[in-house]
């Protein structure tokens, strides 16, 4: 049975560290790691057993695998930490790994992998094959409740009061570059679909206040020589973190899932 550290203590990280517990993911949870030390704690006294609260670097040693749960920032001290240890990573703060091509070039010299889940969004794949062919437009439109944009840097900086606002309204609109630059904590989803479509200069995104939402919803369009793809998703928030859609939660326990059957030894999964 592989061994799975998780750095970050939030709604994510919780849940992989209880769906390990519950045998939903196959694999010992080696240990827990948090920029606050003590909600790493809170959070491994509500397991059974608890797991070692531990540095980052002991961390990377007791585990086959680093789960990243925490942040954008943190995701330049875990992927290189797992890189020099020979580890595997999962990444879900997705837009850490923007421009970072070389630690892909490293990870797969040394044979290692840097797992990625879909997140809050679906079709990625559909996304990753159109690029074989020619793509005309990737648009991506958020529909967020407005206090979850409260403190956008986009928000702050052009001085709108999202709270006032009584119907839906377009708050921003440009490239996927410049949505992950103004709106940092929803970074994951253009980032998501930048990598696996045309990129940042050329996935546009379009951020939506809508007083009437109670739900983060994604819609994305595609367009190009295979035809037209469309998702939307509406992601129930998590009742812990409004930031974080119950999806994500869900997408990052069931690749672990997945990743965890597949190193397991054949006999042990046919038995």
Known sequence: MISIGIVGCGAIGSGLAGAIQEGRIRARLAGLANRTRSRAEALARSLTPPPPVLSLEDLVSASDLVAEAASVAAVAEIVPACLEAGKDAFVISVGGLLGREDWYRQAEARGIRIVVPSGAIAGLDGIRAATVGRVDSVILITRRPPHALIDAPYVVEHGIDVNRLTEETVIFEGSAREACRWFPRHVNVPAALSLAGVGLEKTW?????????????????VRGQFGRLLVEIENTPSSTNARTGLLSIFSSIQTLADYAQAREPSTSRTT
């Open 205 to 221: 995104v379009r951020v939506v206040a809508a007083p009437d939402c109670s739900f983060n919803e994604h819609r994305i369009e």
